[in-house]
T-cell receptor
Framework: AQSVTQLDSQVPVFEEAPVELRCNYS??????LFWYVQYPNQGLQLLLK??????LVKGINGFEAEFNKSQTSFHLRKPSVHISDTAEYFC????????????FGKGTRLHILP | ETGVTQTPRHLVMGMTNKKSLKCEQH?????MYWYKQSAKKPLELMFV???????ENNSVPSRFSPECPNSSHLFLHLHTLQPEDSALYLC????????????FGSGTRLTVV
């Protein structure tokens, strides 16, 4: 079965600094990968997804993620964060070419420091 | 507005009450999901409906009862809940096939007193 690990439960970053949120997955077959964001008192919103092709995926709000098959990672990055990026970020995985459920990581809370 | 609407946004209920959570989507999606989100715990998948048929029930206590009368509506009926059931309940929908990801509603914040 597939699984997702987000090693950092919280990441503090100064405003306008770069950030990387780490995600590693485990699966014996090919997967789809997702990043979701949850702002306070809201549901989850899709930031970006990797299905196939180019390993660098660009999403909304200036975020991007890179799929690394050899390291089974899908880290999320942004070159310069803003106060409005304060939220919880969830990495998720699903088995490719199957109508299966999406498995979510435990989430990483991003704190933007002024 | 994401296209998935959940009502009510907040609900406080006693342990002997009966209430229902409602989820509505008009995105033309074929699958709908209930998730429970508790503090400091990962998202828990509760129920999955595909084409109005329940395809998964992750060992959820019987005090939670889902209903999917059509592809646009999903309910979660609640009765005799416990304080540990207090959480954010999220509804999501998706087209057939997970490659499109899920569209989530804003959730219902449930407090059991």
């Amino acid at each position: 079965a597939q699984s997702v690990t987000q090693l950092d439960s919280q990441v503090p970053v100064f405003e306008e600094a770069p950030v990387e949120l780490r995600c590693n997955y485990s699966s014996s077959v090919s997967v789809y990968l997702f990043w979701y964001v949850q702002y306070p008192n809201q549901g989850l919103q899709l930031l970006l997804k990797y299905l196939s092709g180019s390993t660098l995926v660009k999403g909304i709000n200036g975020f991007e993620a890179e799929f690394n098959k050899s390291q089974t990672s899908f880290h999320l990055r942004k070159p310069s964060v803003h106060i409005s990026d304060t939220a919880e970020y969830f990495c998720a995985v699903s088995i490719m070419n199957r109508d299966d459920k999406i498995i979510f990581g435990k989430g990483t809370r991003l704190h933007i420091l002024p | 507005e994401t296209g998935v609407t959940q009502t009510p946004r907040h609900l406080v209920m006693g342990m002997t009450n009966k209430k229902s959570l409602k989820c509505e989507q008009h995105l033309g999606h074929n699958a709908m999901y209930w998730y429970k989100q508790s503090a400091k715990k990962p998202l828990e998948l509760m129920f999955v409906y595909s084409l109005e048929e329940r395809v998964e029930n992750n060992s959820v206590p019987s005090r939670f009862s889902p209903e999917c009368p059509n592809s646009s509506h999903l309910f979660l009926h609640l009765h005799t809940l416990q304080p540990e059931d207090s959480a954010l309940y999220l509804c999501a929908s998706s087209p057939q096939g997970v490659r499109y990801g899920y569209t989530f509603g804003s959730g219902t914040r449930l407090t059991v007193v």
